[in-house]
T-cell receptor
Framework: QKEVEQNSGPLSVPEGAIASLNCTYSDRGSQSFFWYRQYSGKSPELIMFIYSNGDKEDGRFTAQLNKASQYVSLLIRDSQPSDSATYLCAVNGDGSSNTGKLIFGQGTTLQVKP | DTAVSQTPKYLVTQMGNDKSIKCEQNLGHDTMYWYKQDSKKFLKIMFSYNNKELIINETVPNRFSPKSPDKAHLNLHINSLELGDSAVYFC?????????????FGPGTRLTVL
């Protein structure tokens, strides 16, 4: 059974701090990695995707991928109260077949305190 | 313009009833998905269709039957509803394929079975 693991939290950080969210996955054949944000009562929305080892930056968000260690992380710099949400890590679950199957972690709840 | 829409937004029904949820996307995507998010916020894929063809069929009871009349629509019919079917059902769409497989989610349908 392919799995994606996240610490459910809550992760609490003060406003302006860096929030670090981590995710591990079991399938070494996974090629695509995604971070979605989900506000309470809303649908998941894509924040970032990453395909290659290393860092990928987009504004205040940085995704980090280490395929050898099978983890992917999301850093949020200068955290704002509006960043308070559940962050879902998702990994493609079909290797190179490209069926679009995503396996989601259980999500990490982030609380940014003013 | 709404990219991925679902109807109804809320659905409350009795055990044993049959109900349908409809999904439409105007993004021109080839692939559509149904996900179930349970009370613990765990998001799990159920089905996907690529251009009206069933691609992914996870371990889902036969009471659940997806139908795709065209590539912009994917409906979900549920027979003989059970208490355990209570969840939020999300529709999503994407172009499948490495580098283009970002999935966009609809607003969700909250199903409550009494």
């Amino acid at each position: 059974q392919k799995e994606v693991e996240q610490n459910s939290g809550p992760l609490s950080v003060p406003e302006g701090a860096i929030a670090s969210l981590n995710c591990t996955y079991s399938d070494r054949g996974s090629q695509s990695f995604f971070w979605y944000r989900q506000y309470s009562g809303k649908s998941p929305e894509l924040i970032m995707f990453i395909y290659s080892n290393g860092d990928k930056e987009d504004g205040r968000f940085t995704a980090q991928l280490n395929k050898a260690s099978q983890y992917v992380s999301l850093l949020i710099r200068d955290s704002q109260p509006s960043d308070s949400a559940t962050y879902l890590c998702a990994v493609n679950g079909d290797g190179s077949s490209n069926t679009g199957k995503l396996i989601f972690g259980q999500g990490t709840t982030l609380q940014v305190k003013p | 313009d709404t990219a991925v829409s679902q109807t109804p937004k809320y659905l409350v029904t009795q055990m044993g009833n049959d109900k349908s949820i409809k999904c439409e996307q105007n993004l021109g995507h080839d692939t559509m998905y149904w996900y179930k998010q349970d009370s613990k916020k765990f998001l799990k894929i159920m089905f996907s269709y690529n251009n009206k063809e069933l691609i992914i069929n996870e371990t889902v009871p036969n009471r659940f039957s997806p139908k795709s009349p065209d590539k912009a629509h994917l409906n979900l019919h549920i027979n003989s509803l059970e208490l355990g079917d209570s969840a939020v059902y999300f529709c999503a769409s994407s172009y499948p394929g490495f580098g283009t497989d970002t999935q966009y989610f609809g607003p969700g349908t909250r199903l409550t079975v009494l």
